[in-house]
């Protein structure tokens, strides 16, 4: 497994107007070699310093300055408060002595700001500026401030500066800033440096060489937890039955799987050498007692079918996990959906349960969002909203630190 220090992140990049600027298309890239995806947000005069469309390009996204564009006769609006939410983190890069100030004392006047008085992700600076503007008390002040407000600086560095002369002030280097960054996003995380073991998407029984018992899950939920985990600094054995899904993470180490049996396998292999598993997989419950050779003719398939059960491999976890290690299950019900998940949380000896509930719009296979239910042994069930599978990961994961917090 390669290095897990990377950042899968929706970053929020702000860009003010000093001569550092011109090094921020490097920190674009060097966001985007890490697995972010890039917001650049720049006040007016950071365009005197780098190009919105170097900054366009290299983000993939339109580089925005004006709460409302108005091109062509057109006008948009850009939202800051979906900017804002839509962010994992923000990063002000150069952070300027005028937009530091501006910052410390709530003044909105550009885009740039109205994201950052809405932020409610980690905002991170990376001051740049001459060393006797740095110097200044009221600059020193303004940091002080920001700073006791949650805001983390990154730098400024000591070394040659734009005027020539050399002193306290540079801004850090762009790989330097996604180090900092990736650093200061996996501090504190549970899942940080853990090893989880997550099983994702269906199985597929064969009948025989063409034909097979599968199911509809498309797999997508259980990759949404395997990218955030990873993103939180966990190394994730993704064991995957048959989906039409990429997991790219260097935290990710991905074995791709048919059948029932082969998912069993792999995951009692892996299992002991994990502090928490995440079963998400909807495995098959049964599978045809005899595979057939060859291709049954149509006429004896019928009577040919007799199905045994798989091994539960989530009840075999329950019954052999050590000390301290932790497992989650999925349910999916549709009826009683509570009461049941409760059952099998004792019944497998699971630490937590992610209820399903079929039938709500946008809720299950192959949908982008659902609604879940969160039951452990302690609280009350936590009913969540309807959210992106994305956002369901964030949920689930963040209990899940809670459970690792208390192992
Ligand atoms: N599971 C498993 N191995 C199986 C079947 C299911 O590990 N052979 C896991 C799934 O990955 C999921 C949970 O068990 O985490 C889902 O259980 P579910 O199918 O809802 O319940 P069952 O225990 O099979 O009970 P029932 O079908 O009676 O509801």
């Known amino acids: 497994m390669g290095d897990a220090r990377t950042l899968p992140r929706r970053v929020l990049l702000g860009i003010a107007g000093g001569i550092a600027a011109y090094k921020t298309p490097m920190l674009v890239r060097a966001l985007v070699k890490a697995g972010a995806e890039v917001q650049v947000l720049m006040t007016p005069s950071a365009h005197e310093f780098v190009s919105p469309l170097v900054l366009s390009t290299l983000s993939h996204r339109p580089a925005l300055t004006e709460l409302v564009d108005r091109q062509d006769g057109t006008e948009r609006w850009n939202d800051h408060v979906r900017l804002a939410r839509w962010a994992d983190v923000m990063l002000i890069a150069p952070a300027t002595a005028h937009t530091l100030a501006k910052m410390a004392h709530g003044l909105c006047d550009n885009l740039l700001l109205a994201c950052w008085l809405s932020a409610e992700c980690p905002v991170h600076i990376a001051p740049a500026m001459d060393l006797e503007m740095y110097r200044d008390p009221s600059v020193k002040a303004n940091i002080a401030t920001l700073k006791a407000r949650g805001v983390r600086t990154i730098g400024p560095e000591i070394g040659e500066l734009a005027s020539g002369l050399n002193g306290e002030g540079r801004m850090t280097e762009p790989e330097d800033i996604v180090a900092a960054l990736v650093a200061g996003l996996l ?221």
Not at 222 to 238: H, I, P, S, Y
Not at 311 to 338: H, P, S, Y
């Open 187 to 407: 501090h504190g995380s549970a899942l940080a440096g853990k090893r989880l073991l997550i099983n994702a998407g269906p199985t597929q029984e064969a009948i025989d060489p063409v034909r097979y018992i599968g199911n509809r899950s498309s797999g997508k939920m259980g990759f949404a937890l395997a990218m955030e985990a990873a993103a939180r600094g966990a190394l994730v054995e993704l064991v995957a039955g048959p989906v039409a899904l990429a997991a790219e993470h260097p935290g990710i180490h991905r074995t791709d799987v048919v059948s029932a049996a082969e998912m069993a396998e792999v995951c009692k292999n892996l299992f002991p050498t994990c502090d928490m598993a995440i079963l998400s997989a909807a495995v098959a419950d049964w599978r045809p007692a005899t595979i057939a050779g060859k291709k049954l003719k149509k006429n004896v398939g019928m009577n040919a079918l007799a199905l045994e059960p798989t091994e539960d491999i989530l009840a075999w976890m329950g019954a052999n996990k050590r000390n301290g290690q932790r497992l989650v299950g999925f349910a999916l019900e549709t009826d009683d959906g509570e009461k049941h998940a409760r059952e099998k949380l004792q019944r497998k000896a699971l630490d937590l349960i992610v209820l399903n509930t079929l039938g709500d719009p946008g809720v299950g296979f192959g949908h982008d969002t659902n609604r879940v239910t969160l039951i452990d042994k302690g609280t009350a069930a936590q009913h969540l909203p309807l959210m992106s599978k994305g956002e369901v990961a964030r949920a689930v994961l963040d209990h899940c630190e809670t459970l690792l917090n208390h192992a």
